[in-house]
C-alpha cells in the first residue's frame, strides 16, 4: 500500500486559509491458493490480482469570521485536475495456472469475462451541508 500527498497553504486574507491538496492512494493485493497432484506431478492453482487507484486533488478554504468556522472543500481548479481521469480506478484480474514443479515459472492463464465495459458514475458536489 503506497499514500502519498502533495499540499500547499496560502493565507488568502485575514481570517482566510486556502489548502490544496492531490493526496494519492495505491493498494495491490494478489490471492492464490494451489493444489499439488501427485499422479500428474503438476501444481494446480487459481488467484486473483486487485489493485485499487484513488486520485482526489481537492483545495479546501476555510474561514474564521465573527465566532463560526467556514470550511469549502472543491474540486482543484488547476490544468492538471480539470482532465478527464477516474477518481477511482479497480482492477480485479483473476487467474488460473499449472506448473510442474513449484519452482518453475507458471503458464498463467487471465480469466476473461464477457463484459468489459468500464462503468462510470459522475457526483455532482456543491451542495451545503448545514
Do not use: R, W
Not at 9 to 23: A, C, R, T, W
Not at 107 to 113: A, E, G, P
Not at 118 to 123: A, I, L, N, P, S
Request: aromatic fraction near 4%; charge should be neutral; proline fraction near 4%.
Amino acid at each position: 500500500m503506497v499514500i502519498s500527498t502533495q499540499a500547499s497553504l496560502v493565507m488568502i486574507k485575514n481570517g482566510e486559509v486556502e489548502i490544496k491538496m492531490k493526496p494519492v492512494f495505491n493498494y495491490k493485493q494478489t490471492t492464490s491458493v494451489g493444489l499439488f497432484c501427485p499422479f500428474t506431478q503438476k501444481f494446480l492453482g487459481a488467484g486473483v490480482d486487485t489493485s485499487v487507484h484513488v486520485a482526489a486533488p481537492l483545495m479546501a478554504e476555510v474561514a474564521l469570521q465573527h465566532g463560526q468556522l467556514s470550511i469549502t472543500l472543491k474540486t482543484s481548479d488547476d490544468v492538471e485536475s480539470q482532465n478527464l481521469k477516474p477518481v477511482v480506478a479497480l482492477k480485479v484480474m483473476p487467474y488460473t495456472t499449472e506448473k510442474t514443479s513449484i519452482e518453475e515459472t507458471s503458464q498463467t492463464k487471465i480469466i476473461h469475462t464477457s463484459s468489459n465495459e468500464k462503468k462510470m458514475m459522475e457526483v455532482q458536489l456543491g451542495e451545503k451541508i448545514g
